[in-house]
């Protein structure tokens, strides 16, 4: 049984994080998700590469919160914690890639083909 705390801010896993390392590791992520964004948005290089540069982004937008927001590592404390996010990071990335392909061929599933010339008025 764990003890409560009155004070969420007495709460041992919140006390481990510090300030500095609260505003890097928001700061890196937020830099990391404006570049992905500005990627996206003035369609820089092939459709190809801007998945893999807001995929790589995202990566470290993830990297930078675990390590300065979380503290995660390999430590003994922070072991099962790390390896729990390791295990479940290929869901999301599955996840992310089904609805992609989804998405990419629902026009061409759902949206019938209308003739723009004759064929439907009297």
Same mark, same amino acid.
Do not use: N, Y
């Given at each position: ?7 969420? #801010? ?16 928001? &700061?890196?992520?937020? #830099?990391?998700?404006?570049?992905? /964004?500005?990627l996206t948005l003035l369609h820089a290089g092939t459709p190809a590469m801007r998945m893999a540069g807001a995929g ?5 937008? #993830?990297?930078?919160?675990? &390590?300065? /927001?979380?503290? &995660? ?15 479940? #990071?290929? /869901? ?5 890639g089904l609805t992609d392909i989804m998405f990419h061929s629902l026009q061409a599933r759902t949206m019938l083909e ?9």
């Amino acid at each position: 049984m764990s003890a409560r705390h009155a004070d969420p #801010l007495d709460h041992p896993e919140i006390a481990l994080v510090s300030a500095p390392a609260a505003v890097a590791g928001t &700061l890196l992520a937020l #830099l990391a998700m404006a570049v992905a /964004l500005l990627l996206t948005l003035l369609h820089a290089g092939t459709p190809a590469m801007r998945m893999a540069g807001a995929g790589c982004l995202a990566v470290v937008a #993830l990297v930078s919160q675990a &390590l300065f /927001l979380f503290r &995660l590592g390999l430590g003994e404390t922070q072991i099962w914690k790390t390896v729990a996010l390791v295990l479940v #990071l290929p /869901l999301f990335v599955v996840t992310i890639g089904l609805t992609d392909i989804m998405f990419h061929s629902l026009q061409a599933r759902t949206m019938l083909e209308i003739p723009l010339h004759g064929g439907l008025g009297p």
